[in-house]
């Protein structure tokens, strides 16, 4: 399970590099949307590695607040963070992929860099935090 959680993590790094690259280069869509898949793969990766089969679906912080018994203390302080995060990220994915299609809007008018600028701070925040634990969990293993 740590196996599986760790490579999550790595994917959860990746995407995070490539979103605060796309930030510089005015691609805010693109970034918010990167930032929404590594909050999505950080929370699956702590999940997996306490041994919890979550829905797949792209936010799983449900999830993370039934079982948050299963985490320690330091941890568990941060869960309401990292589900208000995930909610926030989750209602922006959709926007950023396709922008405002109702209205004939593009991504990038629907989509600003504030919304970049949060989506990037939750998305380090959380794999930061998740990947504290995860080095924990592999100490302790």
Known sequence: MLKV?????RQAEAR????????????????VRL?????E???KAVLKAVGI?????????DTLVEVKERFPEWF??????LHESSKILLKKREPSLYGGEEAF??????????DAEDAIRRAKKTYTLCEKL????EKNN
């Open 76 to 81: 568990k302080v941060e869960i309401s963070y």
């Open 53 to 61: 089969e979550y829905p797949k679906i792209h936010d799983v912080s």
């Open 16 to 31: 995070l590099e490539n979103a605060e690259e796309a930030y510089p280069k005015t691609n805010y869509p693109y970034a």
């Open 5 to 9: 959680a760790r490579s999550y993590l």
């Open 35 to 39: 930032s929404q898949e590594c909050v």
């Open 134 to 137: 995860l080095t924990e969990l």
């Open 105 to 114: 809007l593009s991504p990038d008018e629907v989509i600003d860099k504030i």
């Open 41 to 43: 793969l950080s929370l």
